[in-house]
């Protein structure tokens, strides 16, 4: 059964019942809506480069599960992306600014997690195209955020990195800059890892070597190990959001997502769910391995380790968290045509009764998200 929507209650018979939203919906424009744990949207940032149409369908959702679908067709500028039709999970540790039913009161917004504190990120996808023009230009992608405040928006001045695993690259399309580590195997699959800066943060891509991976059933912080590891990737980064989608580029598909899952667990739930220790302090594990060198530096990247979830000393930038209600993300202005743009946040949702704002949704390394 679904999550209930806020507002799905009948009275029948004097008792409460709820009614579930996994019903189907189908998304124009620019709209979003609740899917349970995740938010779905439509993110048309790049249709001014382009001529053409695209709908998205909530098609259920249960428990930490989601199933949708997208149908669009795309043409012109056939190295510009159009969209990111995509889900973001609501409770991603990191900024938490994804919440759509919890009052402010409830909202869990002081746990955050760095990569260090990361245990496991088990994620499930199973997708497949019910249909595909043969020139079809698109990726099937995750897109992950890092950054070094605890606080403010993915896709911004306040991220680091956006880390993409392409589960599908149709067309010949690419990620941003220049391979750096081929053929790497993680997750039990192989990769062509691509890095590249844009205006405002870095850009890793990791790409399918093997053709389509229409189901894929691996560990998120198995990837984010191998940044610390090998990249120069911060372990004191903080993860910022969880987004999964396609970006087409020109041609024609309906993308069908079968099924897809994924759930973070941190040092923080083990300390919760584990037994009190007695009198004797817990030993502080210690880094080990020291990162190598990554393709470049900034101010935000530092060595991290591989095996251990220490406490690191550096401390990161305050910011301040935002405050401002959820609202409902448009796009009804032109933006600068980019090879590839990034997924920016997607949970902005404002609650029933409230009237609704429009919200620019700049999804590119040219150029930041802003209002």
């Known amino acids: 059964m679904g999550r209930l929507c806020p507002a799905g209650l009948l009275a029948t018979f004097g008792l409460l019942v709820h009614t579930a939203c996994a019903q189907k919906a189908t998304l124009q424009g620019n709209d979003c809506t609740a899917a349970g744990a995740y938010t779905l949207c439509q993110n048309l940032w790049g249709a001014d480069t382009g001529v053409g149409s695209q709908t998205t369908t909530l098609l259920s959702f249960s428990g930490n599960s989601v199933s949708w679908s997208t149908t669009y067709q795309w043409s012109q500028s056939p190295d510009n992306v159009k969209s990111y039709p995509n889900v973001g999970h609501n409770t991603a540790k990191g900024m938490q600014v994804c919440f759509l039913t919890s009052p402010p009161e409830q909202q869990d917004s002081e746990r955050i997690a760095k990569l260090q504190d990361i245990v496991s990120a088990p994620t499930s996808w199973q997708w497949t195209y019910q249909s595909a023009s043969s020139d079809l230009r698109a990726d099937v992608s995750y897109d992950l955020w890092t950054g070094v405040p605890q606080s403010g928006d993915p896709a911004s001045a306040a991220s680091s990195y956006e880390i993409m695993i392409w589960l599908s690259n149709r067309g010949g399309v690419g990620g941003i800059g220049n391979v750096v580590a081929p053929n790497i195997q993680i997750g039990g699959h192989t990769w062509n890892l691509k890095y590249g800066p844009n205006s405002n943060w870095n850009v890793f891509s990791f790409i399918t070597a093997e053709g389509d991976i229409t189901n894929f059933n691996a560990d998120l912080n198995d ?40 759930s973070v667990s941190t040092t923080e739930d083990q300390s919760t769910s584990s037994p009190s220790p007695s009198t004797s302090p817990s030993p502080t594990q210690a880094s080990s391995a020291k990162g190598q060198s ?47 743009r990034a997924g920016g946040p997607q949970c902005f949702l404002r609650p029933p009764g409230q009237s609704l704002a429009k919200r620019r949704a700049r999804r590119s390394w040219f150029a930041r998200l802003f209002t």
Do not use: C, M
């Open 223 to 262: 990837f984010f190990q191998y940044l610390i590891d090998n990249q120069g990737v911060a372990k004191t980064q903080y993860l910022q959001a969880i987004q999964t989608g396609t970006e087409p580029f020109t041609g024609s598909a309906t993308l069908v997502i079968n099924n897809f899952s994924v």
């Open 294 to 340: 990554g393709p470049s530096s900034d101010a935000s990247s530092t060595t991290g380790a591989n095996a251990s979830f220490s406490k690191d000393e550096s401390s990161t930038p305050a910011s301040t968290h935002n405050t401002e209600p959820p609202v409902i993300q448009t796009t009804d202005t032109p933006v600068e045509g980019g090879i590839r």
